[in-house]
């Protein structure tokens, strides 16, 4: 790898899972083989029944079968990526493929398992590594974790996680997340803490972690700078990204039979990564101008990945079932398509975004502080011992000594020097009670300055220390010997891995070679050897040609079966439309419509429809300003209305409260209970008939005609037996009779009547 300006190709490297379980035991053939050597991948199509069809042969930077190890993939394929991410440039992976053939495998691998362990882990292991190695560099290594999901980007390191963040653009720094958190780790195991926060975050709002995964892009990220001693004398820092891609499951959504809801997600879904096919696509045509990187959050986030300044490897994953050629194909097409992006990557060197230089900045102004109080600290040490010369030597050396202790003696002496002050006035009985109290409470401010200048100066110490710690810087191990050896030993297998490299490539150059200069070299004995040597070969180049034709085809079904689907995702989304064109047109006033219409303005930076604010403009009539005459009315007044208002209270004019709304209280239809006079007879015939039956005594006779027209037998029984202990009250009204509360018998008569209580 080169570290010029130079272009190079996106690398694409094809990996075979190998069968799992269910297909083995469902006994599903293998339709794909992987030739290591050659670079191939051989894919034989299940729908041909003919065994003469051959397979489609696709060629890549490397492949992977079954077999093939993690450490393998690493050190041949990812190992130099990541270096030159050490170098300062950027780089990216991208997992590319069917859901369950094995990206997260890819990148993450299984977590607790080190020969499983997939590209990201490795890549820890390896940063670290060598941080540790190097010498007389400074490095920061930081990281982020985010995640794309239905086009909204989530920070999986966030404590919120319902908040979703933006994308943003500036000119010097390109495209970048708003508010990503980042987080500066010091190894690998505070590194992977980090991973594993985010992969909790990630699952936590998915209800099936499976169906989510496959539909959701994630992007761990890690920055490393270094800052490094130039030539020049000055310190230059370098910076390089790596982005780790686990894109979404490429498989079509409609296989699954999506509906609805479902089918909205999936619809986008297919732009994020159908916007990746469609960048990669006008990437490589050549002919387009335009690289449509903003029609998704992905691919603009990616931008310098795809054709800019990054170095790229895209592994694809397959699968070798029967069941999954069509996928398979399609991802072989997908890969093959995006080997032709050129990249322009190169060093980043000193950019403005640099958080190392921050750091550098703020330890430095926070370092010379502390300098400033221990000089200041110094300065009055030397006065109190009087002897100035010597004083300063001991100063000097002690700052070359270990400075935390001569700060606590310091302290120290201090405290007690004011402790022995605080108690000599304390035992001082020539001063006056207020004068001592004073002094005292003088002395005790001293101390408590004292204590916090000194918590100032511990805290400051710490900062720096904090700070400082985040910078890692190597060269502690170097002579380890364990450690060289380890050193060989990666330095052998990368040289392996290299010279496999250049094997591969040789061996393809000289398949396509082989054809064209065969016929250059040879020279025939015979007309018939001749004769039989061209048919040999004409048949050779016609199978290619038939192999060519079947991919033709092949592209034009796919192509044929993507419009469709498109189509199908168009009409759904037309027939929506209609339904909310329906709605507005019977639900929404025309002329509100037009406002609307009028006020909406699309918004490219957050991909949506805005209302513009009503405001009121210089030269905008649309909202006139209020007319002189209502100020201090609510509505405007003519001058002689005003006067008018003033001179005498006329309604007429009042614009407001015609009405007299005074508050009117209902007049009061009731009155107060009046006893009635009765009387002492009629009184006492009452009492006599509401009395308990044992102690009455009737002597009805000279009451009849009073009572009325009572008939004989029921008088004289209602008299006798009140069985209720309630006197009947028909009777009552027809003879309008009272008798005086203050008998007896008012207990079983109602006291007050009407709405007035008494
Ligand atoms: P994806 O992320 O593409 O949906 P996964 O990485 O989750 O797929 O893989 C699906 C299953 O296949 C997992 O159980 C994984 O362990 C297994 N698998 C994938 N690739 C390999 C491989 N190269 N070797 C062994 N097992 C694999
Ligand atoms: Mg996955």
Redesign the pocket.
């Known amino acids: 790898m080169s570290k010029s300006k130079s272009s190079e190709s996106v690398k694409v490297v094809v ?4 069968m ?1 379980e269910k297909e083995r035991a469902a006994g599903f053939e293998r339709m794909v083989s992987v030739d290591v050597k050659l670079g191939q991948i051989l894919v034989r199509n299940p729908r041909e029944a003919s065994a003469a069809e051959l397979p489609k042969i696709f060629t890549f930077d490397s492949v ?1 079968d ?1 077999n ?1 190890k ?1 450490i393998d993939l690493y050190d041949e394929t990812f190992r130099p990526l990541v270096d030159s991410v050490l170098l300062g440039f950027n780089g990216t992976i991208f ?1 590319y ?14 977590r607790n398992d080190p020969d ?1 362990r997939g590209v990201i882990p490795n890549s820890f292991e390896h940063i670290f590594t060598h941080i540790s190695r190097s010498q007389n560099q400074q490095y920061l290594v930081r990281a982020s974790y985010l995640e794309i999901y239905q086009e909204e980007i989530r920070d999986l390191l966030s404590k919120d996680q319902t908040h979703r963040l933006e994308l943003r653009e500036r000119p010097d720094t390109g495209v970048y997340v708003k508010d990503l958190s980042s987080f500066v780790t010091k190894s690998v195991r505070e590194i992977e803490h980090v991973m594993n926060v985010g992969n909790q975050n990630r699952s936590v709002g998915a209800t099936n972690m ?1 169906e989510h ?2 539909r959701s892009h994630a992007i761990f990220v890690i920055t490393v700078e270094c800052s490094e001693l130039g030539v020049d004398g000055e310190n230059h820092i370098r910076v390089g990204k790596l982005n780790l891609v ?1 894109l979404a ?1 490429s498989e079509r959504q409609t296989k699954t039979g999506a509906q609805g809801e479902r089918l909205k997600e999936a619809t986008k879904i297919n732009l994020s990564l159908s916007a990746l096919g469609n960048v990669i696509s006008a990437l490589v045509d050549g002919r387009s101008s335009h690289i449509p990187y903003r029609d998704s959050k992905l691919t603009r986030l990616l931008q310098d990945s795809l054709g800019g300044n990054a170095r790229t490897v895209m592994v694809a ?1 397959i699968g070798p079932a029967s069941y999954n050629v069509e996928e398979t194909l399609t991802t072989l097409r997908y890969a093959n398509r995006a080997k032709n992006i050129k990249n322009k990557p190169h060093i980043n060197e000193d950019p403005k975004d640099a958080l190392l230089r921050e750091f550098q900045e703020e330890i430095a102004r926070l370092k010379e502080q502390l300098e400033k109080r221990v000089g200041k600290k110094k300065k009055r040490q030397r006065r109190k011992a009087g002897d100035g010369s010597e004083g300063q030597d001991e100063a000097e050396m002690e700052e070359d000594d270990d400075d935390g202790d001569d700060k606590g003696d310091y302290w120290r002496e201090q405290q007690e020097k004011l402790e022995k002050e605080r108690k000599a006035i304390m035992e001082d009985h020539s001063l006056v009670a207020e004068e001592k109290a004073r002094l005292l409470k003088e002395k005790e401010r001293k101390m408590e300055d004292l204590r916090m200048e000194k918590e100032a100066g511990e805290m400051l110490a710490a900062k720096v220390k904090a700070m400082e710690s985040k910078l890692l810087v190597g060269g502690k191990n170097i002579v380890d010997h364990t450690n060289e050896q380890q050193r060989m030993l990666e330095q052998r297998r990368q040289e392996i891995a290299e010279q496999k490299r250049r094997e591969r490539e040789m061996q393809q150059q000289m398949e396509s070679r082989d054809e064209e200069t065969l016929e250059l070299k040879e020279t025939y004995s015979s007309l018939q050897q001749e004769v039989d040597i061209k048919t040999k070969k004409l048949k050779k180049l016609f199978n290619k040609l038939q192999a060519v034709k079947a991919e033709i085809q092949g592209i034009q079904e796919e192509h044929i079966e993507m419009r469709q689907e498109h189509e199908q995702t168009q009409n759904e989304l037309t027939r929506d439309l209609k339904l909310k064109h329906l709605i507005i047109e019977n639900f929404i006033p025309l002329e509100e419509k037009k406002k609307i219409a009028n006020r909406a303005v699309y918004d490219d930076e957050d991909d949506c429809w805005k209302m513009k604010p009503i405001t009121r403009m210089e030269d905008d009539h649309q909202m006139m300003s209020r007319p002189l005459s209502a100020v201090g009315y609510r509505r405007p007044l003519s001058q002689h209305a005003r006067m008018a208002m003033m001179m005498k209270p006329d309604t007429r004019y009042k614009a407001e409260n015609i009405l007299m709304l005074d508050m009117e209280l209902p007049a009061r239809t009731t009155k107060d209970y009046q006893e009635p006079v009765i009387a002492p007879k009629v009184a006492a015939a009452l009492e006599n008939a509401l009395r308990d039956e044992d102690e009455i005594q009737v002597d009805a006779s000279g009451f009849h005609s009073s009572l009325g027209p009572t008939p004989p037998g029921s008088a004289s029984s209602s008299l006798m037996k009140p069985k209720s202990g309630r006197p009947r009250t028909g009777k009552k009204s027809s003879t309008p009779t009272s008798f005086s509360p203050s008998s007896p018998g008012s207990l079983h008569y109602p006291q007050s009547r009407g709405l007035v209580p008494k």
């Open positions: 990996r075979c899972r190998p799992n992977y079954w093939s993690q997992a493929g069917q859901t369950g053939t094995g990206k997260t495998y890819t990148m993450e691998g299984v499983r499976n995964s496959s686990d499951g994953n």
